[in-house]
């Protein structure tokens, strides 16, 4: 997330020294101006970004120091309005959600990931199947809600979504949810059918948040769809889906400023998994290529059980690093969302994730022979990988489908795996690990 407008501002920072001339700041800024335009962000935001920048750091002294300070401070202004920041939740539970949005602009999906996201932070979440144009769009819903075990309200006879919204209401009063996300109709285009449905619903619910979700493909057209939407309908905040195909990725920096509508989530993908929260002091951070370690503590703390982690960690300092534990490991990566997101927050590295293809794990053509060949694992060869003889691996590959070079090469992986667990799982390890990460740190440009 993030990366061609990190790399935006690395650019125009280099291009100052530490005590320098106004050509030099013209140069800067110049350039900063060119690469936030050509990224997208609206031109009255890079006007007055680039002015304030420029007066400030005049004010101050040119250089280096001064130039990052002036311009932290500023995109921080433009990021941070009034209003919530994260999920906020009501002091009288159930706090009730509205998501709104056009067709195609990955409301459904983004449904799902608000509540597989709760659900992470053992949140009780019901999601209220209200969408009612699109036929396929509860039967989309209960396929994600199944594959992701979220709970799922929907009534195929009734047509009225006010009603449903209704007794998803009572339902999730009565069964003590935490939460209740109400996915509603999307149209190609804002219509008065649909914001009549929407008040409707909305009169209905008195919702504590109604989010807005907005595809970032669609560039400033998503600005002015929120605009127009929170006229009539009001909203507390913005989604921004699809960010990760969007190679431009200016409308992030500008939409909250521009609409005066809070950005709270940002979607990165197509799993349930890919939802980041957007906090604008985290956000600068990361946008002046310091990384999100606290998102990344954040994320990582709501995952990884301390108890089964502390246990994992004593089986793998004994060596005793097994194909179950292999499997939950696995499954454990699969909730921290892409690859290319965590390299991101890692302060001096998230220039790097750019450059990261993001790798699907889960398909790739190694998990799934080394899931095939744990499956045909007696338990015992589960837990002791070291009783993996030649007549049992012939055994393992004929089960699971695979050549027997196939299982040889899987248990390799599993090996080396092990070894590296073993590795960094002692103190030193730790430390070892702690030192490239801080090495890291040093190499961006300040
Ligand atoms: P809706 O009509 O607004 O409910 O849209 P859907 O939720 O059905 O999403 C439309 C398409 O966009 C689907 O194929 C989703 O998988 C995809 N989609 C939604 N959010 C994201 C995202 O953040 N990244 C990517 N790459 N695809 C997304």
């Known amino acids: 997330m993030f990366g061609t407008l990190t790399d935006s501002f690395k650019t125009a920072i280099n291009k100052i020294r530490f005590a320098d001339d106004e050509k030099a700041l013209k140069k800067a800024l110049d350039n900063l101006k060119k690469s936030l335009l050509k990224a997208d962000v609206h031109y009255k935001v890079v006007k007055d970004l680039i002015k304030s920048v420029e007066l400030e ?5 040119i250089g280096k120091d001064n130039f ?5 401070k500023n995109i921080f202004e433009i990021l941070k309005i009034s209003g919530s920041q994260g999920f906020v939740f009501s002091s009288r539970p159930p706090t009730t959600v509205l998501m709104a949005g056009l067709q195609g602009s990955g409301k459904t999906t983004t449904t799902v990931k608000l509540a597989y996201y709760l659900k992470l932070r053992k949140k009780k979440v019901l999601i209220a199947a209200c969408d009612l144009q699109r036929l396929a769009a509860i039967e989309q819903l209960k396929q994600l809600c199944e594959q992701n075990e979220l709970d799922l309200y929907f009534d195929e006879h009734e047509k009225n979504p006010k009603i449903i919204s209704k ?34 619903i909305k009169n209905t619910l008195i ?57 709270r ?7 349930a998994a890919d939802l980041e929260l957007f906090i604008p002091e985290r956000v600068v951070n990361r946008l002046m290529g310091e990384g999100d370690l606290a998102t990344l503590a954040e994320k990582t703390s709501a995952i990884i ?69 744990i499956s045909s694992m007696t338990k015992k060869e589960r837990e002791h990988p070291s009783i993996l003889n030649n007549s049992r691996k012939r055994r393992i590959a004929k089960g699971a489908g695979l050549s027997q070079m196939d299982v040889n090469r899987s248990i390799k992986q599993f090996q080396n795996a092990a070894k590296m667990a073993k590795k960094f799982s002692g103190k030193k390890g730790m430390q070892d690990l702690q030192g490239m990460m801080s090495a890291q740190g040093r190499g961006f440009p300040r």
């Not at 997101?341 to 080394?370: F, H, T, W």
């Open 57 to 61: 750091t005049k004010k101050d002294g």
């Open 68 to 72: 990052l300070k002036s311009l932290k």
């Open 167 to 200: 007794n998803a209401l009572k339902k999730a009063k009565e069964g003590l949810y935490d939460v209740l996300i109400v996915d509603t109709a999307g149209r190609l285009a804002i219509d008065d059918e649909l914001m009549h449905e929407l008040k409707d």
């Open 207 to 263: 919702p504590d948040e109604i989010f807005y979700v907005a595809d970032s493909l669609s560039g400033q057209d998503a600005v002015r769809s929120v605009s127009s939407f929170n006229e009539q309908l009001g909203i507390t905040g913005v989604i921004l889906s699809k960010y990760d195909g969007d190679s431009k990725g200016g409308v992030a920096l500008g939409i909250s400023k521009q609409t005066g509508v809070p950005l």
């Open 265 to 271: 989530f940002v979607g990165i993908g197509e799993k």
């Open 305 to 373: 059980d301390e108890k089964q982690a502390k246990k994992l960690t004593k089986k793998m300092k004994k060596g005793e690093f097994n194909f179950n534990d292999f499997l939950e490991q696995m499954e454990s990566m699969k909730k921290l969302g892409s690859m290319k997101s965590l390299v991101g927050m890692i302060p001096g590295l998230s220039g790097m994730a750019n450059q990261i293809k993001d790798m699907d794990l889960e398909n790739s053509s190694e998990m799934k022979a080394m899931k095939a060949m």
